[in-house]
Structures are given as C-alpha cells and as structure tokens.
Nanobody, 119 residues
C-alpha cells in the first residue's frame, strides 16, 4: 500500500503562482510514473500533467501547457506541480496519483489539495 499526501494548495489571485507537492509514504520497488489531476465542482476529474519516473519525460494537458511544470525528487519520493499564470478556471481540488504496477492507469491516489484562484 502506498499513501500519497498532497500539500501546498491555497488561495491566490489570478496571475499568481503556487506549487503543490505530493509525497509518497514509502519508496516503491517500481514507480513508473506519477501524475496530477484536478476536479472542479460539478465537473469530471481531468488530467493535468504526468512524469515518467525513470526517464523524466513529461506530458501536459493543453489547458496548462506553458504555465505548469511537473517535476520530481526521486530521493524524497515526491512530485511537484509548479503553477504559474494561474487563472480562475484553474480552481479545483488537485490530486496526485502513482503508477507502480506498470499497467495502464494509476494505482494509488491522494486525497487532494484545494487550489482557489480569485479573479
């Protein structure tokens, strides 16, 4: 069992920046990738960004491309999401997830951290 704990959310004005973090409770034998998702009230959960744990390759949703940056610290089993030029439509609960089985999808999820962007 892997527990993921997000932190760093909060309230920020439009145009501002925030960094959210996600720490895994223990080192896994295999971590294939970690990702960030978000869910706004009344909307479905959507993909934000992901990072391949060994190669470091990154993927982003088009809506955040150029504004958000995902990064990792292997030694700390932590993934970060740096969010710049935030917009009110970025307001959501941000959740991280980890793939440790190497099959499609993600195997463990965090509880999420609230990010609110005021206009």
């Amino acid at each position: 069992q892997v527990q993921l704990v997000e932190s760093g959310g909060g309230l920020v004005e439009a145009g501002g920046s925030l960094r959210v973090s996600c720490a895994a409770s223990r080192r896994t034998f295999n971590t294939y990738s970690m990702g960030w998702f978000r869910q706004a009230p009344g909307k479905e959960r959507e993909f934000v960004a992901s990072i391949n744990w060994s190669r470091g390759t990154r993927s982003y949703a088009q809506s955040v491309q150029g504004r958000f940056t995902i990064s990792r610290d292997n030694a700390k089993n932590t993934v970060y999401l740096q969010m710049n030029s935030l917009k009110p439509e970025d307001t959501a609960v941000y959740l991280c997830a980890v793939n440790v089985l190497g099959t499609p999808g993600y195997d463990y999820w965090g509880q999420g951290t609230q990010v609110t962007v005021s206009s």
